[in-house]
Every structure is written in C-alpha cells, then in structure tokens.
C-alpha cells in the first residue's frame, strides 16, 4: 500500500484521533499537531501522562484507556466515542515511548479492529518501532518514512472524501 493511500486511509467522517504526546507548549510540534487537528474540527484527544487540559481539551493519560473505551462503545468525559468507527493515532512521543504505547496497544483485546491508523511524526519512531509495528499487524495502516501531517495531512483528509483523487 502507498504512503498516499495510507494517509488517506487514516481520516475518516466517524473517526476517532488521538495525539500521543500533545503539548501545552505552543513551541512544540505537540501542541501544533494537537492545533492542526482541533482547526480542522476534528474529534481528538490529547493524550499526556503529565497534562490536565490542553488547549480546553480534557487530556486522558493513556492510549489503553480510549481503546477500551472505544472498544465497549462507551463514552470518555466529553470525548462521544460510542459513535467512533475507531482510531487514527498520531505520536510525537520518542521513539521508546512510543514503543511502549504500541504494547499498550496490543494489551487491548481486538486492538487491530479498532486501530485505523498509526501517524509516526518524525523523530518519534525508529526501526524497533517499525518492527514492533508490522508484528503487531498494524503496519499496513501506518504513516511513517518522515512524513508530517502538517504537511501531508489536509491532502489525506481530501482523499479520505473523494478518495478516486
């Protein structure tokens, strides 16, 4: 599968995003990412062990927690993913955070139904990672290869809408 086709892949109209490693900072790409997805009004979560709100947001503390969430077709705060097909995550966490949250990912019972797409920012994943990726069978929906969805991602959002583009 192309890089293109899976930016396309990762939005969707009942998709669920989360942004592993959002930031409060507005000089960090967590804040900009996090930014970038809130502008565009699309549903995400800032997801920071560290942060109570970001950007008026309520912040949850892990990934495992809107996947189970998600997966009982359940409500998080003010985050209505009873109606979420499922979830597009982008990480701008480092690479051995990362790391750890893809086995976060794999602890949830039925994670490759829920898991739409992996984002990899740049510098937020290394060829662990990748490995750790494609084990899980999630590779085939992962971005990666240095691409930025400040760059690429208004172009994935088009195709996810017309995707014969």
Request: hydrophobic letters at 35%; glycine letters at 6%; charged letters at 25%.
């Given at each position: 599968m192309?890089?293109t ?7 969707g109209p ?7 490693g959002a930031?409060n900072?507005?000089?960090k ?5 996090f930014?970038?997805y ?5 549903n995400?979560?800032p ?13 949850v503390?892990n990934i ?8 009982d077709?359940?409500?998080?705060d003010s985050y ?7 979830l597009?995550?982008?990480?701008l ?7 750890a949250?893809?086995g976060?990912?794999?602890s949830?019972e039925g994670y ?6 992996l ?10 990672v ?7 069978g999630l590779l ?11 760059i690429?991602?208004d ?9 014969n583009?």
């Open positions: 192309s890089m086709t899976k930016i396309g892949a990762f939005f009942s998709r669920q995003y989360a942004v592993a930031s900072s507005p000089h790409f967590g804040f900009k990412i930014d970038w809130l502008s565009r009004d699309l995400a979560i997801v920071n062990p560290r942060e109570k709100e970001i950007i008026g947001q309520p912040v503390h495992e927690t809107i996947l189970n969430t998600l997966k077709k359940k409500d998080l209505h993913l009873s109606t979420k097909d499922g597009s995550i982008s990480f966490t480092p690479p051995e955070i990362t790391l949250t893809l976060e990912i794999a949830v490759k139904d829920l898991i739409k797409g984002w990899f920012q740049p510098g937020s994943y290394s060829e662990g990748i490995q750790k990726a494609s084990d899980l085939n929906k992962t971005v990666y290869q240095d691409e930025c969805i400040l690429r991602g172009e994935g959002l088009l195709l996810s809408v017309s995707p583009l």
